[in-house]
């Protein structure tokens, strides 16, 4: 089994591997203050819940493939591969390790690592030119060309801080669930908010989207538009440019980059 984990910014996303399959996922809140041995103890409430893991820590994990926005989660989870996983193969996304991907950037260092692990997984699955937009923290736009290249992106407020700004800086607003209104015309304060939200960010994907497509490659058409994260699916019925929709693109990517440096290690 093989055990992956992207930390993002708001949550951590786990997944559990056995061979290509996904079998077991989870989703938890990330915390830049809890240590290692507090991970530890999440980790072993979490695993020892599937039937194909033992009671113990590590017990039936064959390997571990981690991506991190947070360094300080980073660092806390190094530490837990080493203490409580040992002798467990891991691999840490960070500058040195083998994705596949070249990086055609001002400085490839700036990039985040479930960027560019999200473009080895759209490569592999889909082929480029290719777009995937992530729906996370941030909204991100990654491009990737036709020879499997990550050649940039765009960056944009996701739609959690949209709705936090509005119900922080309105006199008369609050924060509201994101879901989708009866109509697109809001008939209380409530509805105006989730339509602005929803129908706002499917006409900011579908206008991005087109924008880059028409830089990436000659025939815009030929442009594969990948969606992910877990805000993904308030969007997907409105936005007219989505392809395909993979919720556990960034957990695949991860495979495939743990798959590539394992026989180096």
């Given at each position: ?24 996922h ?29 009671d ?42 083998k ?14 690592a ?46 959690e ?104 290690m």
């Amino acid at each position: 089994m093989l055990l992956t984990i992207d930390v993002g910014n708001t949550h951590t996303v786990l997944g559990l591997f056995d061979g290509e399959d996904i079998v077991e996922h989870w989703r938890i809140s990330t915390d830049a203050r809890r240590t290692a041995d507090e991970l530890a103890v999440l980790l072993q409430g979490l695993m020892g819940m599937h039937p194909l893991l033992g009671d113990e820590l590590g017990d039936g994990i064959d390997g571990i493939a981690i991506c991190a926005t947070v360094p300080s989660v980073l660092h806390e989870l190094r530490e837990v591969t080493r203490r409580y996983y040992g002798d467990v193969p891991a691999v840490l996304v960070e500058p040195g390790v083998k994705t596949g991907v070249p990086i055609l950037m001002d400085n490839p260092k700036e990039v985040g690592a479930d960027r560019i692990i999200n473009a080895v997984a759209a490569v592999e699955l889909y082929g480029g030119p290719a777009i995937v937009v992530d729906f996370g923290t941030a909204t991100t736009f990654d491009a990737v060309s036709a020879r499997g290249e990550y050649v940039g992106g765009v960056i944009a407020p996701g739609i959690e801080i949209s709705v936090e700004a509005l119900g922080v800086r309105g006199a008369q607003l609050r924060k509201i669930e994101v879901a989708r209104p009866r109509s697109v015309i809001g008939k209380n304060t409530v509805e105006a908010m989730q339509s602005g939200i929803i129908y706002g960010f499917a006409g900011q994907v579908d206008g991005v989207v087109n924008r880059v497509a028409r830089e990436l490659a000659e025939d815009p058409d030929d442009v594969t538009v990948i969606a992910t994260g877990g805000l993904a699916p308030m969007v997907l019925g409105e936005s007219s440019v989505i392809d395909e929709h993979e919720p556990w693109l960034t957990l695949i990517g991860l495979r495939l980059v743990y798959e590539r440096n394992v026989s180096r290690m």
